[in-house]
């Protein structure tokens, strides 16, 4: 958990970095996708945050990654019911976070999660109906009423 903003502004610095090589390099297809979503290299919420959570996994270890995204699932639906607001944050480079958190190399960076208390109430997310993404048997063969 880092709370100290000269931690938060270094690691932003580093997102930023990585993200812009990121997104000069993306497939100019993607790059549309990611202006349409408004997605760009700019990460301010690592900064306005007043905490993130850098959740890593023992890269040694069977199955780590499915088990890192388990316990973010968790970390995400906890979050949510005592009240924070907050987002999912994937880097598109790590390496950094090892020697900035003087972390074993054996451990990776998977998620960053920023907490804090939205300024506004977000509106629900629309959301797949649960007979539109699950089928019986056989894709296509939608679920019995």
């Known amino acids: 958990m880092i709370r100290d903003p000269r931690r938060k502004k270094l690691i ?3 997102c930023e970095e990585a ?7 993306a497939d100019p297809e993607f790059k549309r996708w990611l202006e349409e979503k408004g997605i760009s290299w700019k990460k301010p919420f ?3 945050a007043p905490v993130l959570l850098l959740v890593f996994g023992k ?7 499915e088990s890192i995204w388990i316990a973010v699932g968790y970390m995400l639906l906890a979050a949510e019911e005592l009240g924070y607001s907050t987002l ?12 900035l958190l003087n972390i074993p190399e ?15 109430q977000a509106k629900p997310k629309e959301r797949y109906g649960v007979e539109e993404v ?6 296509g063969r939608k679920l019995s009423p």
């Open 12 to 14: 932003r610095e580093a």
């Open 59 to 65: 890269t040694d270890e069977p199955y780590w990654i």
């Open 46 to 48: 690592l900064t306005d």
């Open 88 to 99: 999912t944050y994937t880097p598109s480079e790590t390496r950094w976070a090892n020697e």
């Open 134 to 139: 699950s089928y019986l048997e056989e894709w």
């Open 19 to 25: 993200e812009k090589r990121f997104h000069e390099k």
């Open 106 to 120: 054996n451990y990776g960076l998977q998620a960053i999660i920023p907490l804090g208390r939205s300024a506004e």
